[in-house]
């Protein structure tokens, strides 16, 4: 069994959006009630989120945007991300629960880890808030863990929404791999099969665009016979995921089908691919809006990376 940890804290329950927006904190008590009654819950490591600093967001996010982002109040940041009164420290340990992933795993406590929170992050841009996303916490993560020695950090993002802002920020890099499954044309646009990365980052992302209506047929595809090669041909130390499971065939935000087994497919094969030496996974959850599909698909993700 592997060692896995849980990474949460009832603050990002006090990042608060309107009435009727789907990312509402209802998501993680959902994910809660359904891991404390899941048989495996009191052999997962407990951890709480540390603060991440605004030195550490400035690894990834420019000072005029985080400055923006201290000095605004209440409000709509774009048409869909809200800002609440309490949302700027719910975002700082939204980072930071990566950040703490990483520390325990490179102190060899832990080998996986779930980050259970809100708000989500791989809309963010470097200079700007989107998509319900303020700061971008698994990019946050990736540097934070190269500081922290790890070299090579490979990507992996399942939302039903392209990772624009986790694409961007990384597509000129050789030492960050982004690899992205998504539908197709789809909110925000982007995530083009044809982008491959720019400069000394050329081949260093990879987008599957997938068809409105693809299910597990088309993932179990990407997954098991895509990914393998790529993750072994750039050797990571390091995974970090961003899992969206906004990908299920209930969610009210995507025209995806794929099942509660098939998002358990997709991890399996994430966790199983070749990659020579074991290296840690880390996982920080995004989308999702079927409050049921939701807390399945997370149970079943725990289930496969505790195996």
Known sequence: MHATGFV??????????????PERKD?????????????FWNDLVQLSPRKASYDDIALVH?????E???SSGSGYLDPDTYLSEESLDSALYAAGAVIEAVERCKTGEISRAFCAVRPPGHHAEANRAMGFCIFNNVAVGARYAQRRGYRKVFIIDFDVHHGNGTQHMFE???????FSTHQFPHYPGTGRAADRGRGRGEGFTYNIPMEYGAGDKEYFSAYSEVLPDLMRNFGPDLVLVSAGYDIHASDP????QVTTEGIRNIVYSILCCPIGLPVPHLFALEGGYNLRALAEGVTVTIEEMMK
């Open 62 to 66: 420019t000072p005029k945007y985080i």
């Open 253 to 256: 935000l995507s025209g995806i």
């Open 8 to 21: 949460y804290d009832p603050i990002f329950l006090r990042h608060e959006t309107p009435p009727g927006h």
């Open 27 to 39: 998501r993680l008590i959902a994910i809660v009630d359904a891991l404390r009654a899941a048989p």
């Open 172 to 178: 000129e890099d050789d030492t960050v791999f982004y």
């Open 68 to 70: 923006s982002i201290r």
